[in-house]
């Protein structure tokens, strides 16, 4: 049985996480793949990040807004297509928000000039990752998705 997981590989060298992000795209699972980045400076960044389920709210909204609408004639499809499709992306945008919180929970540990490789996934077996993570000589963390939910919410109210 596949547990969805929130796994985080450190790297020392950013050069080296970018191209592990490539290889960890293809894994079994991933939902998100990401990198944050901390320049020597302090700042952060998020160079990478891929999201394989980005649209899908928008896209599932709009068709079922607009087959609900056939029930009423082709004006009725088109607004509910049209309602079904602000809704979806209304629902696209509170998750971006709840990404976003979750970065800055994740940043708090990226130091100075290092980076972090993040995958949102449905983990069966934790041996591709490993693999990924023993290539570059890094160890995956992880951790329960929804305990890392649990854990931006606190974050986000205690802000």
């Given at each position: 049985?596949?547990?969805?997981?929130?796994?985080?590989?450190?790297?020392?060298?950013?050069?080296?996480?970018?191209?592990?992000?490539?290889?960890?795209?293809?894994?079994?699972?991933?939902?998100?793949?990401?990198?944050?980045?901390?320049?020597?400076?302090?700042?952060?960044?998020?160079?990478?990040?891929?999201?394989a389920e980005a649209g899908e709210a928008t896209v599932g909204?709009?068709?079922?807004?607009?087959?609900?609408?056939?029930?009423?004639?082709?004006?009725?499809?088109?607004?509910?297509?049209?309602?079904?499709?602000?809704?979806?992306?209304?629902?696209?945008?509170?998750?971006?928000?709840?990404?976003?919180?979750?970065?800055?929970?994740?940043?708090?540990?990226?130091?100075?000039?290092?980076?972090?490789?993040?995958?949102?996934?449905?983990?069966?077996?934790?041996?591709?990752?490993?693999?990924?993570?023993?290539?570059?000589?890094?160890?995956?963390?992880?951790?329960?998705?929804?305990?890392?939910?649990?854990?931006?919410?606190?974050?986000?109210?205690?802000?």
């Open positions: 049985m596949a547990v969805h997981r929130v796994v985080t590989l450190p790297f020392t060298d950013p050069r080296t996480c970018r191209v592990a992000y490539a290889d960890a795209l293809p894994l079994p699972g991933v939902r998100q793949v990401a990198v944050l980045e901390r320049a020597a400076d302090g700042t952060l960044d998020v160079p990478l990040g891929h999201d909204a709009g068709a079922a807004g607009g087959l609900l609408g056939l029930v009423t004639g082709p004006l009725g499809a088109l607004l509910g297509a049209t309602a079904g499709a602000a809704f979806g992306n209304a629902l696209e945008v509170q998750r971006e928000g709840e990404e976003y919180a979750a970065m800055i929970v994740l940043s708090s540990g990226v130091q100075d000039g290092t980076s972090l490789l993040v995958l949102d996934l449905k983990e069966e077996e934790e041996g591709p990752v490993d693999e990924l993570a023993a290539r570059y000589g890094t160890v995956a963390g992880r951790e329960e998705a929804k305990d890392f939910a649990a854990r931006v919410r606190k974050a986000w109210k205690d802000a």
